[in-house]
């Protein structure tokens, strides 16, 4: 998290005139980039002024008791043995600590298709957010987890953005 968080905005921002104020910031992802996204988000809540993802592994505690094979080792490689339940891995657990605490979280966006493996995750993530009061675009139509879905909802997202016009 660390090279995404600090050593990578650094580097890009040497790189290319790029504003750091939260207003300007927004990240978005696919599938895993779509939990890191928001994950970077509510990390991070006054970075971005908004985070969106798109077929999200957004409940990775439900996620990885149902993954088996090599997709388990998979996930050993990026959590580690221990439980991330009620940790900052833990998107859920994310939005009850800002909820808790008063904290602002930037505006959320997710879709994911109805014959996506995550949509029941997606589910849960809404309804948390619904049941916090946070703020939540929605969209979920036929789609399945695949660039056929991603091409379509990335121009869903884009319009979304709340991008200021100078």
Known sequence: MEFLTGELPEVVHSMFYLS?????????????????ALKWALRF??????AASMSGALDVVELTKRVSGDRKEEFKWIFG?????G??????????????????IPLL???????????????????????LGYPLETEFDSGDHNWMYWDRKIKDVLNWLPLKKS
Not at 45 to 50: I, L, R
Not at 110 to 128: A, H, M, P, W
Request: charged share 25%.
């Open 87 to 104: 940790t900052e891995d833990d998107l859920l657990w994310l939005l009850k600590k800002h909820q808790e605490s008063g904290n602002k």
């Open 20 to 36: 750091d104020k939260q207003e300007h910031n927004f990240v978005a992802g696919l599938s895993m980039g779509g939990y890191g």
């Open 81 to 85: 043995n221990q439980d991330i339940q």
């Open 109 to 131: 966006y997710q879709s994911c298709g109805t014959d996506d493996f995550l949509y029941e995750d997606n589910i849960r993530f809404k309804n948390v957010c619904q049941n």
């Open 45 to 50: 809540p006054n970075k971005f002024a908004a």
